[in-house]
């Protein structure tokens, strides 16, 4: 059956047309093709609503705006401006240069990242189905719970014990709450080689200094503007986890929705970290349709059971494919 996500059909694959192309479908890959400089070697979907084409060939190079991943799998590691050499840039200085290369992705060898094989993770984001659905009283059974950015300001955090936390930029590292919650829980604290601006080593060194083992770094091939919770389902992946729940890994929902809300911090907050942006409703929409392509398809072999727990949430641009492909069940 042909693959409807998202109001996105998919209709190259393997070299070939799978669906029958109208004249507007086959002006939209001829422009698709005009962004990604050849013809496709991979997947191509049509959106349906805007009547564009898109894939995983269209990245940062080719179009910064919409794009899923920072470059293709042959030159990932070699990539100047985002491959090996920019991680170590990054990282090597404040928090060592012991790193695992690999197509898809660099992590920082650390002994921490080895546990997670083979386990199950609840994962928890700051999209609003976090703090609407009822899934913290749910008989979920799991490993490890992950979280990211300012997760420390969500009520009942504590009960979570969250092992690993991945703190974007916007992350005060010397809140006290942060410091608290990581002294107590033994939280390891990842930091990312993609998102900007990027930390002062001085600023990653001293935080080290409070909590030698408990940091560690990583980078994806994978980005997009879907937010941390969606790079930390395929970094879980990538570190063979065996099944992932997830809640909080939303979209803006178009005209609907409120800009600001979130799950961990207030709208004063948002406003000051992030300056009002919003990501349109389409990219997000169309995202999600790369993000699980990429990871039902591209990294099957690892076998991953995924169960989306905001399924259904309004704000929630994963429902319809999860209902399709991996329904809820519990």
């Known amino acids: 059956m042909q693959k409807v996500w998202n109001d996105c059909i998919k209709i190259y694959e393997n070299n070939e047309f799978i669906t029958d192309v109208d004249m507007e479908m086959f002006n939209a890959y001829n422009r698709y093709i005009n962004v990604i400089h ?44 985002w491959g090996k050499s920019h991680v170590l840039k990054l990282f090597q200085e404040p928090l060592g240069g012991n790193l695992i290369e690999t197509k898809e992705y660099m992590i920082q060898d650390h002994e921490e990242f080895k ?5 199950t993770i609840l994962m928890f984001g700051g999209g609003p189905s976090t703090n609407d659905v009822d899934w913290e009283t749910k008989d979920i059974d799991y490993d490890y719970v992950w979280s990211c950015n300012n997760f420390f300001m969500k009520s009942n955090v504590d009960d979570l014990k969250v092992s690993l936390a991945s703190l974007g930029p916007t992350v005060d590292l010397k809140d006290e709450k942060l410091i608290e919650y990581v002294k107590k829980h ?145």
Not at 115 to 119: A, G, I, Q
Not at 212 to 222: E, M, T
Not at 225 to 234: E, S
């Open 115 to 119: 546990k997670y094989e083979n386990k």
């Open 186 to 330: 033994n939280t390891l604290c990842t930091f990312e080689g993609g998102i900007s601006p990027f930390r002062k080593h001085k600023e990653l060194r001293e935080f080290k200094e409070n909590f030698p083992n408990q940091v560690a770094y990583f980078h994806l091939r994978y980005f997009s503007k879907l937010g941390t919770l969606a790079r930390l389902v395929c970094l879980a992946t990538l570190l063979k986890a065996k099944k992932i729940y997830f809640v909080g890994m939303d979209g803006y929902p178009g005209k609907s929705g409120d800009k600001y809300r979130h799950a961990f911090e207030n709208a004063s907050l948002k406003t000051k970290t992030h300056g009002g942006r919003i990501f349109s409703y389409d990219v997000h929409r169309r995202q999600y349709v790369m993000l699980w392509n990429y990871l039902l398809n591209n990294l099957k072999k690892y076998d991953v059971e995924y169960q989306n727990l905001g399924e259904g949430h309004s704000t929630n641009l994963s429902s319809e494919i999860s209902r399709n492909e991996f329904p809820l069940q519990i």
């Open 38 to 81: 050849r013809e496709p070697k991979l997947d191509v979907w049509y959106d349906l609503h805007k009547k564009v084409c898109f894939g995983p060939e269209q990245n940062f190079y080719k179009k910064p705006d919409d794009f899923s991943f920072f470059s293709q799998r042959e030159n990932f590691e070699e990539n100047p401006n």
